[in-house]
């Protein structure tokens, strides 16, 4: 949709002259129709009578006639343009129609124009998030869900079981993004994306005559790259080694396997290849450990892309769901009964553990912002029906007085741009209803970051420590990519409540493993080319993995918090006092988001740590915007 929306928006400077002609008929053949589309849009868009957002949704309803009319007909308007504006150096790849190829948007975006509203918050949505904020962010709905749930049982807290003092362990990993064309030696610095790959280069270097690599790419991975194979099994290969003294019971595994590659490489194949890969060697370096996962933003074909069972086009991505939940059940990870219900549940599935702790895992490209699939439909709180589900599951847990962990990929939370905020509001009143006495913990990925977000009760307009439900814990990375460190963690749990009691994390110092020494740069200009290079070093070998930190440890230093109360929602909430309210307690949270790697950002500036409250602080989008509203924060700062 962006994509098709964005060339639609760059056709207002246009100026090119097309004679004007005739509308269609039902004899006029593909090409006639569209020099016609295109010839419309630039109408459209040069239009002095009608607002950006007007415009927008314009285009939205030429773009949803034509697609009702020959679907077909819209990945060749928007090859035409890509062409005519130069949008790619091979249009025909990314804008194609069905092709398992390559990543075909195309075919998706004609799919999801025959079914929006283009007039209505549909079309709102799409122009504020898709089209550079063309329309104003639409008010956030409160849904009455009333009626998904029955009143909260009288007796559930007397029900619960209580901490006999008792632990287990977990381990939590996220976000490999293994890089199959990863190459040794190419370049790290790249001004294209993806680094570390064949033939990705330095165009300002090559503009100053410089032929050679600026920064080349490391055996065990780069700063701003994906994973080589070795990484992948090493960091396994870290996690059966110290875990070999925890005795993990299970893992969890919050999703995004695939590498962040161009649209013109990613296929079908390569994103099943990779996402076998990881699976395989999880087994391959964790034997026998269950490990239940969930899909990233990455883990589908194409990019983000997931349609709802209501939309018609969910055959077109069955397969992963079918792909994962056959290698899930063959590692012995889920039985059959919970394949099945995988399949149905587009990968999502609950399953209890041997302590009795109910996991359920969530596709969060439901309320993902680039997913196309979730524009349609958008006065439903549900338009997948996984919001329900998960529900029912609680509902379940809650008359049996079971606690649940949920998992998901993207938050729901911290940062507006990555969930849509009418989902999460959803999301949100599951949430209130269901946490702390159901719902445990929630665990996430996605951002390669070491962070966490408190969910409060309500909408978010009282952040005050008597309303701190639960915690959404987000794993940072193994991949380094945007520079930090490969890390894990791992959590003790209580063995009656199933809370965190406590997160330990080890990381492996990338830069340890580099030939050259990131500690002393040298700084030549050769032309306009400001090229930053570093003394030869001796590498080590391997990467160590080593201990990094403890939660508790880390944001209660004066030992203010009871030993045996668990790093709960109120735990959280202090934290987030001593991170933005104390140096040494904001320098540490850095530190360790970035795991020390040479790259961690100084925190001082206050809008800096007016966005730190506020991601801390919003388990959804909608308690962000409230959240920036009463700190008076303009510009939105990534954490």
Same mark, same amino acid.
């Given at each position: 949709? %962006?994509?098709?929306?964005?060339? #639609?928006?760059?056709?207002?400077?246009?100026?090119?002259?097309?004679?004007?002609?005739?509308?269609?008929?039902?004899?006029?053949?593909?090409?006639?129709?569209?020099?016609?589309?295109?010839?419309?849009?630039?109408?459209?868009?040069?239009?002095?009578?009608?607002?950006?957002?007007?415009?927008?949704?314009?285009?939205?309803?030429?773009?949803?006639?034509?697609?009702?009319?020959?679907?077909? &007909?819209?990945?060749?308007? #928007?090859?035409?343009?890509?062409?005519?504006?130069?949008?790619?150096?091979?249009?025909?790849?990314?804008?194609?129609?069905?092709?398992?190829?390559?990543?075909?948007?195309?075919? =998706?975006?004609?799919?999801?124009?025959?079914? +929006?509203?283009?007039?209505?918050?549909?079309?709102?949505?799409?122009?504020?998030?898709?089209?550079?904020?063309?329309?104003?962010?639409?008010?956030?709905?409160?849904?009455?869900?009333?009626?998904?749930?029955?009143?909260?049982?009288?007796?559930?807290?007397?029900?619960?079981?209580?901490?006999?003092?008792?632990?287990?362990? &977990?381990?939590?990993?996220?976000?490999?993004?293994?890089?199959?064309?990863?190459?040794?030696?190419?370049?790290?610095?790249?001004?294209?994306?993806?680094?570390?790959?064949?033939?990705?280069?330095? *165009?300002?270097?090559?503009?100053?005559?410089?032929?050679?690599?600026?920064?080349?790419?490391? *055996?065990?991975?780069?700063?701003?790259?994906?994973?080589?194979?070795?990484?992948?099994?090493?960091? #396994?290969?870290?996690?059966?080694?110290?875990?070999?003294?925890? !005795?993990?019971?299970?893992?969890? @595994?919050?999703?995004?396997?695939?590498? =962040?590659?161009?649209?013109?490489? #990613? !296929?079908?194949?390569?994103? +099943?290849?990779?996402?076998?890969?990881?699976?395989?060697?999880?087994?391959?370096?964790?034997?026998?450990?269950?490990?239940?996962?969930?899909?990233?933003? /990455?883990?589908?074909?194409?990019?983000?892309?997931?349609?709802?069972?209501?939309?018609?086009?969910?055959?077109?991505?069955?397969?992963?769901?079918?792909?994962?939940?056959?290698?899930?059940?063959?590692?012995?990870?889920?039985?059959?009964?919970?394949?099945?219900?995988?399949? =149905?549940?587009?990968?999502?599935?609950?399953?209890?553990?041997?302590?009795?702790?109910?996991?359920?895992?969530?596709?969060?490209?439901?309320?993902?912002?680039?997913?196309?699939?979730?524009?349609?439909? $958008?006065?439903?709180?549900?338009?997948?029906?996984?919001?329900?589900?998960?529900?029912?599951?609680?509902?379940?847990?809650?008359?049996?007085?079971? *606690?649940?962990?949920?998992?998901?990929?993207?938050?729901?939370?911290?940062?507006?741009?990555?969930?849509?905020? /009418?989902?999460?509001? &959803?999301?949100?009143?599951?949430?209130?209803? @269901?946490?702390?006495?159901?719902?445990?913990?929630?665990?996430?990925?996605? $951002? =390669?970051?070491?962070? @966490?977000?408190?969910?409060?009760?309500?909408?978010? $307009?009282?952040? !005050?420590?008597?309303?701190?439900?639960?915690?959404?814990?987000?794993?940072?990375?193994?991949?380094?990519?945007?520079?930090? %460190?490969?890390?894990?963690?791992?959590?003790?749990?209580?063995?009656?409540?199933?809370?965190?009691?406590?997160?330990?994390?080890?990381?492996?110092?990338?830069?340890?493993?580099?030939?050259?020494?990131?500690?002393?740069?040298?700084?030549?200009?050769?032309?306009?080319?400001?090229?930053?290079?570093?003394?030869?070093?001796?590498?080590?070998?391997?990467?160590?993995?080593?201990?990094?930190?403890?939660?508790?440890?880390?944001?209660?230093?004066? %030992?203010?918090?009871?030993?045996?109360?668990?790093?709960?929602?109120?735990?959280? /909430? %202090?934290?987030?006092?001593?991170?933005?309210?104390?140096?040494?307690?904001?320098?540490?949270?850095?530190?360790?988001?970035?795991?020390? !790697?040479?790259?961690?950002?100084?925190?001082?500036?206050?809008?800096?740590?007016?966005?730190?409250?506020?991601?801390?602080?919003?388990?959804?989008?909608?308690?962000? @915007?409230?959240?920036?509203?009463?700190?008076?924060?303009?510009?939105?700062?990534?954490?």
């Amino acid at each position: 949709m %962006n994509v098709l929306l964005t060339l #639609l928006t760059w056709a207002t400077f246009a100026l090119a002259a097309i004679q004007p002609i005739g509308p269609p008929t039902k004899f006029t053949g593909k090409d006639y129709l569209v020099k016609y589309a295109v010839q419309e849009i630039e109408n459209l868009y040069n239009s002095t009578r009608l607002d950006s957002c007007a415009k927008c949704m314009g285009a939205l309803a030429l773009g949803k006639t034509l697609a009702l009319e020959d679907d077909r &007909v819209i990945p060749e308007i #928007l090859q035409e343009l890509c062409k005519k504006y130069k949008w790619q150096a091979i249009c025909t790849n990314v804008y194609q129609g069905r092709n398992f190829g390559v990543e075909a948007k195309a075919g =998706h975006i004609a799919n999801v124009l025959q079914l +929006i509203d283009p007039y209505g918050t549909d079309g709102e949505y799409i122009c504020h998030y898709q089209v550079r904020k063309a329309c104003p962010r639409p008010a956030t709905p409160v849904f009455n869900l009333t009626g998904w749930w029955p009143e909260k049982p009288a007796d559930i807290e007397e029900r619960l079981p209580k901490s006999k003092g008792d632990r287990f362990n &977990v381990v939590h990993l996220s976000d490999f993004h293994v890089d199959l064309r990863y190459q040794i030696g190419s370049e790290s610095n790249c001004t294209s994306y993806m680094c570390c790959v064949e033939p990705v280069y330095n *165009k300002d270097a090559l503009k100053a005559n410089f032929t050679d690599v600026v920064l080349p790419a490391q *055996k065990f991975g780069s700063y701003e790259c994906d994973i080589p194979q070795v990484l992948l099994e090493d960091s #396994l290969k870290s996690v059966a080694t110290i875990g070999a003294n925890k !005795s993990f019971e299970f893992g969890i @595994f919050t999703g995004d396997m695939v590498s =962040h590659d161009l649209d013109d490489w #990613l !296929s079908l194949a390569n994103v +099943i290849k990779s996402e076998e890969d990881v699976y395989y060697n999880m087994k391959k370096y964790l034997g026998d450990l269950p490990i239940y996962s969930t899909f990233g933003n /990455h883990d589908s074909f194409p990019y983000a892309q997931q349609a709802q069972n209501a939309s018609g086009f969910l055959g077109e991505f069955i397969w992963n769901a079918q792909l994962s939940a056959s290698l899930w059940k063959d590692y012995g990870w889920i039985d059959e009964e919970t394949q099945a219900e995988a399949v =149905h549940t587009y990968g999502a599935f609950g399953v209890t553990t041997k302590r009795g702790l109910r996991v359920i895992s969530m596709d969060s490209n439901f309320w993902y912002t680039a997913n196309y699939y979730n524009y349609w439909n $958008t006065t439903s709180p549900d338009t997948s029906g996984m919001m329900k589900w998960m529900v029912d599951q609680l509902i379940e847990a809650e008359k049996n007085a079971q *606690k649940v962990w949920i998992i998901a990929h993207i938050p729901t939370g911290g940062s507006t741009t990555n969930a849509l905020p /009418h989902v999460t509001e &959803v999301f949100r009143q599951i949430v209130d209803r @269901f946490a702390p006495h159901t719902i445990a913990a929630l665990f996430f990925g996605h $951002t =390669h970051e070491d962070q @966490f977000n408190v969910y409060y009760a309500g909408n978010g $307009t009282d952040n !005050s420590i008597e309303n701190a439900l639960t915690v959404g814990w987000i794993s940072q990375s193994v991949t380094p990519l945007h520079n930090y %460190n490969p890390s894990w963690r791992y959590y003790e749990v209580d063995s009656d409540t199933f809370e965190i009691m406590e997160s330990i994390n080890y990381y492996a110092q990338l830069n340890k493993t580099f030939e050259f020494d990131m500690d002393k740069p040298e700084v030549s200009t050769n032309a306009s080319f400001t090229r930053v290079t570093y003394p030869p070093r001796t590498p080590d070998e391997e990467l160590e993995w080593i201990y990094e930190y403890s939660a508790r440890d880390a944001y209660d230093p004066q %030992n203010k918090w009871p030993k045996n109360a668990p790093l709960n929602a109120t735990f959280w /909430h %202090n934290a987030i006092q001593y991170i933005v309210n104390n140096d040494t307690g904001r320098e540490d949270y850095l530190k360790y988001e970035f795991r020390e !790697s040479p790259f961690v950002p100084d925190g001082s500036d206050p809008e800096y740590i007016k966005n730190m409250y506020c991601y801390f602080s919003s388990g959804t989008v909608p308690a962000v @915007f409230e959240c920036q509203k009463r700190m008076n924060i303009t510009k939105e700062i990534w954490i």
